[in-house]
């Protein structure tokens, strides 16, 4: 789709989908490209369509007879599945029936995201649909919406799919399967932090330039309602110009927003318990909204002492009904910027330990409520990209809106780098991603600055030692390295000297690693023993070798990442004339078949 | 052609009972567009109905090869082109309702309740039902000026838009104190309710297990 017209952006969030585009046949200034946010119309209640620029990515199954069809019609006609603003509002109040956060699901969790497993925990009745299907349902909703409202239809178009830095290459391949699902295969991916940095770019019109220089490391900090996500973006300069790398990413973090508003919620119930007052689980939803309210007014600059808390009464008795509390600037202050933003050391490390009583199982949520500490094992484990810590950061996600955690966030890092860490603002939080993967698609086409990246982690497979068979004790794994950190999108690597041999006709496994901190491995690299975290275990690669059977067939190992951005490992005969893929095989649920 | 004239003749009639209605209940110039469409639509559905029903009483296999499409239009015509009168006005108040919980609000005896439990619910009314009105009509002040200042009325003026009080006399251009500037409704967006009944304002609601 080189030639195609639009250039478009899709942010596909953990809680909202956003999509914006670029005309290229408009004028374009590349220091500040025309970007415009789609307005995605989507049921708000049954029966009420509203357009919206972002998209809940919730997904509701109603019952029989719940909700008349008719009222369930979108204006490009019926949807498979409800999703949007309903679909959030509606979930909330029959938790059972909705499925959320689908995308966290996609990332490693010991589950198959392919499988019919969300809402997970749902009644038997439910038809029960896999992650990659609801994503999928999403951004078949985006297509609907592009197609009814743009002259030309969005499969043309050149398409730029973000996804967390965190996700490893296992969930990237599945979110490109989410994306042919939805007839949008040609997506190509982008890192989502990466994608708010291009739109920080193009919302500093050029001026960048002068906010940033050489040797410069910029953080980003992407806080969402569900997952945080962080990179470290560093500035140099070649033939006297600056460029921009992505040099780290960090790990795929559980925590956000909605961590927030029901610890304050959970906060308020239990004084409102205290003066005699229970709330019921409707009354309690109420009560999570009315106090994310209050934390946006209390932690905006200026704020007032204290905000209203009103949970309206539920019956038509509404007023006789109506709970009405305060929350004091200095309750927030200690709740969640101490809570969730403590001033630790720059050498402390997220605590595993502690549970917090706000997780919902399956999914891998952070134990450790202290953002801080999760930047600050980040920062730890990349000293070598930044030994003093980042100089300066660069916000983004919903919650960072919040003028007081971005100041006591640059505070922190200010006290562990010594000198003050500048703070780049850019515009609009809520849509910065998929404008930014917009602008992204530009600069590909050679107009703007383009942040090199590559892989965002090295790639092992595990080989078995040659050592005698002890009971109860496998042999130890060494990991050989098949893909170097930073790899670029349309390159290759191969390992020449090491050979294996398989049999045809049999599935191959392959026990399968990443790291994001061994940035030196190349292709052959042997790693013999490996630190807590460092090389972290993805779902194993195999693949059936076909042939005349009983065969045994010398390979060697080739990787290659492709122009989409999904990494793709083959067997290719001595000779070269057969190639096998490795596939995924994310039934392991801790990585063995 | 006895048929159209017949038919015309009855338009006429719906069209006077209409204006009437219109005018009388609803408040004369609210709204051009319905006002059109009432006035007009029995004329346009009548000469409809006119050719139509010839069409039928026609032999069912040539009418049905002629103009498939008119049995339909036959059948649920009347109820596309006249929607009831009320339906906008329901909408509007389902949304209040929905968002704002106002229908709650006003049915209720406050007699037993403090000013501060009122206070306190009408809090989380005012701003609900506030933000949901921004979104079903956009308002703006009549007259541009400030409350409590000189305004200047001209000659030609139109009494639907401007009211005046106290020592009313003589021709206009009139001066005055601007005591209250007026609102006009310069949009109305007010969400259709595809598929649901519309005069359940607010569903009863019943909670399982």
């Known amino acids: ?593 | 052609m006895k048929t159209v004239l017949t038919a015309v003749l009855l338009a006429a009639l719906l069209a006077g009972a209409n204006y009437w209605a219109l005018f009388t209940i609803g408040g004369a110039s609210s709204c051009m567009p319905c006002a059109a469409i009432f006035l007009g639509g029995p004329f346009v559905l009548a000469l409809a109905l006119a050719g139509i029903l010839p069409a039928l009483s026609r032999p069912r296999a040539a009418a049905a090869a002629e103009e498939p499409v008119a049995l339909t239009d036959e059948v649920s015509g009347p109820a596309a082109l006249a929607p009831p009168p009320a339906d906008a006005a329901l909408r509007l108040l389902a949304t209040l309702q929905e968002d704002g919980r106002l229908i709650d609000f006003l049915t209720e005896s406050i007699q037993g309740y403090s000013d501060e439990q009122i206070g306190a619910a009408t809090r989380g009314i005012h701003d609900a039902c506030a933000k949901a009105l921004r979104a079903c009509v956009t308002l703006e002040p009549v007259l541009p000026g400030r409350e409590d200042e000189a305004v200047t009325v001209p000659k030609g003026f139109d009494p639907s838009e401007i009211r005046l009080t106290g020592d009313v006399r003589g021709e206009p251009p009139f001066t005055g104190i601007l005591r209250h500037a007026g609102w006009r409704v310069t949009g109305v967006s007010i969400p259709e309710r595809t598929g649901l009944e519309p005069r359940i304002v607010a569903p009863a609601e019943v909670e399982l297990g």
């Open chain 1, 1 to 593: 789709m080189a030639d195609a017209r639009y250039v478009v952006g899709i942010d596909l969030g953990t809680t909202n989908c956003v999509l914006a585009w670029i005309d290229t046949q408009a004028e374009i200034d590349v220091d500040a490209p025309p970007v415009e946010v789609l307005a995605l119309p989507q049921l708000v209640k049954p029966g009420v369509v509203e357009a919206r620029p972002q998209l809940p990515s919730f997904l509701y199954l109603p019952v029989a007879e719940e909700m008349k069809p008719e009222s369930l019609a979108l204006p490009w006609g019926m949807a498979e599945h409800v999703v949007g603003e309903l679909a959030r509002a509606r979930g909330a109040e029959v938790p059972t029936r909705v499925v959320a956060s689908a995308k966290s699901w996609l990332a490693s969790v010991g589950v198959d995201p392919s499988q019919p497993i969300l809402p997970w925990q749902a009644p038997d009745d439910v038809a029960k649909l896999s992650p990659v299907d609801a994503a999928a349902a999403y951004l078949r909703h985006l297509r609907a919406a592009w197609d009814a409202a743009m002259p030309a239809p969005l499969v043309e178009q050149e398409l730029y799919l973000a996804v967390p830095a965190s996700f490893d290459a296992a969930a990237r391949d599945l979110t490109v399967r989410a994306a042919e699902h939805a007839g949008l295969g040609g997506a190509r991916l982008i890192e989502e932090p990466q994608a708010a940095f291009y739109a920080w770019l193009a919302d500093t019109a050029g001026g960048w330039r002068d906010m940033v220089g050489v040797g410069d490391v910029v953080l980003v900090c992407d806080i969402g309602g569900g997952t945080t996500d962080l990179t470290l973006v560093a500035v140099g300069e070649e033939r006297g110009g600056l460029v921009l790398a992505r040099r780290a990413v960090g790990d795929h973090i559980l925590l956000g927003g909605d961590n927030m508003d029901l610890t304050m919620a959970h906060a308020v119930r239990a004084r409102l318990t205290d003066g005699g007052t229970t709330l019921d689980d409707w009354q309690f939803r109420g009560l999570v909204h009315a106090a994310r309210d209050a934390k946006e007014a209390l932690l905006a600059a200026n704020a007032p002492a204290e905000a209203p808390v009103v949970v309206l009464g539920r019956s038509r008795k509404v007023i006789g009904g109506t709970v009405r509390t305060q929350i004091a600037r200095d309750e927030v202050e200690a709740t969640l910027v101490d809570g969730f933003f403590p001033a630790v050391d720059r050498d402390d490390k997220p605590r595993a330990a502690r549970r917090t009583g706000l997780q919902e199982i399956g999914l891998p949520y952070a134990s450790d409520p202290a953002i801080t500490r999760h930047v600050a094992g980040f920062i730890g484990r990349h000293r070598d990209v930044a030994p003093d810590g980042p100089s300066a950061v660069l916000f983004n996600g919903g919650v960072m809106r919040a003028d007081r955690f971005r100041r006591r966030m640059a505070e922190v890092l200010s006290a562990w780098r010594g000198s003050q860490v500048r703070v780049l603002t850019g515009s609009d939080p809520d849509l910065a991603v998929a404008r930014g993967a917009a602008t992204y698609g530009l600069a590909r086409r050679g107009r703007g600055v383009r942040i090199r990246g590559g892989t965002a982690r090295a790639y092992y497979v595990g080989v078995e030692t040659a050592m005698p068979a002890v009971p109860g004790m496998a042999p130890p794994v060494k990991a050989l390295c098949v893909a170097p950190f930073g790899m670029e999108e349309g390159s290759a690597a191969t390992l020449p000297d090491a050979e294996f041999g398989l049999v045809v006709g049999e599935p191959a496994h392959f026990r399968f690693f990443g790291s994001s901190v061994r940035r030196t491995d190349t292709p052959g690299t042997v790693v013999e023993r490996w630190a807590e975290g460092e090389l972290e275990e993805l779902p194993p690669l195999e693949t059936m070798l076909t042939g005349d059977a009983d065969r045994t067939v010398p390979v060697r190992l080739e990787a290659e990442v492709t122009e989409v951005g999904t990494l793709a490992v083959y067997c290719v005969s001595r000779d070269g004339t057969e190639r096998w893929k490795l596939e995924f095989n994310v039934r392991g649920a801790d990585g063995r078949p």
